[in-house]
């Protein structure tokens, strides 16, 4: 089993910047592929941004690029997501991922992730 807690969401201006953590607990973390994804109200869960067991790899979803960074600390299992000139339209309850069937690859799809976080809440006031 994997646990994996989530925090650093709040409340923000247009612009300004919040960082995203995730803990993470229960097996090896150094063995997952990591994600994170994004739910607003009314839309489907979308895809963020995913980091490479190693971290040596990342990927972005078009409409964060730039803005935000994906890392991690294999040494205190930690994930982490910058995230910079945050916009209105990032609103939303943000979730990490793990992904341990994958080899050492990226994963942009939510269903191949098998273990989730309980969210956190990102809003950001236009």
């Known amino acids: 089993q994997v646990q994996l807690v989530e925090s650093g969401g709040g409340l923000v201006q247009a612009g300004g910047s919040l960082r995203l953590s995730c803990a993470a607990s229960g097996r090896t973390f150094s063995g997952y592929t990591m994600g994170w994804f994004r739910q607003a109200p009314g839309k489907e869960r979308e895809f963020v941004a995913s980091?490479?067991?190693?971290?040596?790899?990342?990927y972005y979803a078009d409409s964060v690029k730039g803005r935000f960074t994906i890392s991690r600390d294999n040494a205190k299992n930690t994930l982490d997501l910058q995230m910079n000139s945050l916009k209105f339209e990032d609103t939303a309850v943000y979730y990490c991922a793990a992904a341990t069937r994958f080899g050492d690859v990226l994963v942009t799809i939510a269903p191949r992730y098998e273990y989730w976080g309980q969210g956190t809440q990102v809003t950001v006031s236009s």
């Open positions: 980091i490479t067991r190693s971290g040596g790899s990342t």
